[in-house]
């Protein structure tokens, strides 16, 4: 990938401190100026938005305060990854399962929607302590899961995160009750499932941008062709995979669950496959053995149904669902890049063909 960052306010780092700085002693009503003696943005950074990292320091009602703070900018870019990109619907999300659930999510200290400050709308997040499975390169390949620990580390951690998965969606059953109602999109389907397959054929023919996908295309149909009956909704995390999980250094707990920009509702069985088909893409998918300790797919599809309180019973076909969004997303990501040898056959849509081969 190229090294175009999803908005240019971060080629003026100290511009950006300067007013975050503003920002924040408004917001805090604090007594004199908040400083942020430094800001990083993490090397990192996907293309679908910018995070930045840093701490504040201020005084209110004669105390000093350091906070470690997260923000999270919209992304402003030519060719995005995805088509919408609400900063506010992961915020009250955020906000929601904060307030409504025991599941950790980040803890808030503000929505900017007013772009004349950065030029970009943004959110800050407190800093949640922990570690978290790294992207790049994948766990699977090197990293601290891989060297730093052994495989019943391994096991707990997986399993931690599972429960802490199945918790969200067993306390998000009923997710009208708990406010979650907004997340639902009655224009583009009857049930979140048409909803959701609306939604990913409309972003495969804006993601390709005019072109035809040999791959993703006939998968789309036969998802949209093969809709299980019956199903039970919920509030899908969206983004569900340890990637997106802070873990405390015990490997015992969970300390953040992040990254909601892929939040829905559906079946919560979808985030299920969503994590179990990414970790085989990054371990069997591309030749790589699995890091010995992680429990079976199998074992974690039941440890889940226990857990949640919601059936696998249409496990297979929200395995191929999740191969077909992840297909598309880096499909988009070579369209954009302008590797136009890599658009429809690239590392996701060959294990997705892999995957249908074999389970179709």
């Not at 938005?49 to 703070?69: R, S």
């Not at 019956?230 to 873990?247: K, Q, S, V, Y």
């Amino acid at each position: 990938m190229d090294n175009e960052r999803p908005t240019p306010l971060v080629e003026d780092i100290d511009g950006t401190r300067e007013k975050l700085e503003q920002w924040f002693a408004r917001k805090l009503e604090s007594d004199g100026p908040v400083r942020i003696p430094e800001l990083k943005i993490p090397e990192a950074t996907g293309m679908s938005n910018v995070t930045l990292m840093f701490d504040i320091e201020y005084e209110k009602d004669g105390k000093t305060f350091v906070e470690g703070c997260v923000g999270r900018l919209q992304p402003e870019i030519e060719r995005p990854v995805f088509p919408e990109y609400d900063l506010s619907i992961q915020y009250r999300a955020m906000d929601l399962v904060g307030s409504q659930t025991d599941v950790p999510a980040p803890g808030l200290l503000g929505l900017e929607t007013d772009t004349s400050l950065l030029g970009t709308g943004f959110y800050i997040m407190k800093k949640s302590e922990g570690r978290v499975p790294p992207d790049m390169p994948p766990y699977s390949m090197d990293g601290w899961m891989l060297n730093d620990i052994g495989p019943a580390e391994r096991q707990s951690l997986w399993n931690a995160g599972i429960d802490t998965m199945a918790n969200l969606h067993r306390q998000c059953r009923d997710y009208k009750a708990l406010g979650f109602e907004f997340l639902e999109r009655p224009e583009l389907g009857a049930n979140p499932l048409q909803q959701q397959l609306a939604y990913w054929e409309n972003y495969g023919k804006w993601a390709m941008e005019g072109r035809a996908h040999a791959i993703c295309d006939p998968v789309m149909q036969w998802l949209k062709d093969n809709q299980p009956e019956n199903e039970e909704f919920g509030l899908c995390w969206g983004d569900a995979r340890i990637g997106n999980m802070l873990f405390a250094n015990d490997c015992k707990s969970v300390t953040a669950v992040l990254d909601w920009e892929m939040i829905t509702l559906g079946n919560p069985l979808q985030d299920l496959a969503w994590w179990n088909y990414l970790d085989y893409f990054f371990a069997d998918g591309l030749g790589i053995p699995r890091l010995e300790g992680l429990p079976s797919y199998e074992d974690t599809v039941a440890r889940w149904e226990k857990t949640s309180g919601f059936s696998g019973e249409h496990y297979k076909y929200y395995f191929i669902y999740a191969g077909l969004r992840y297909g598309y997303i880096l499909s988009r990501i070579m369209v954009a890049q302008n590797q136009e040898d890599q658009i429809i056959e690239n590392f996701a849509t060959t294990v997705l063909q892999k995957v249908v081969d074999d389970l179709l």
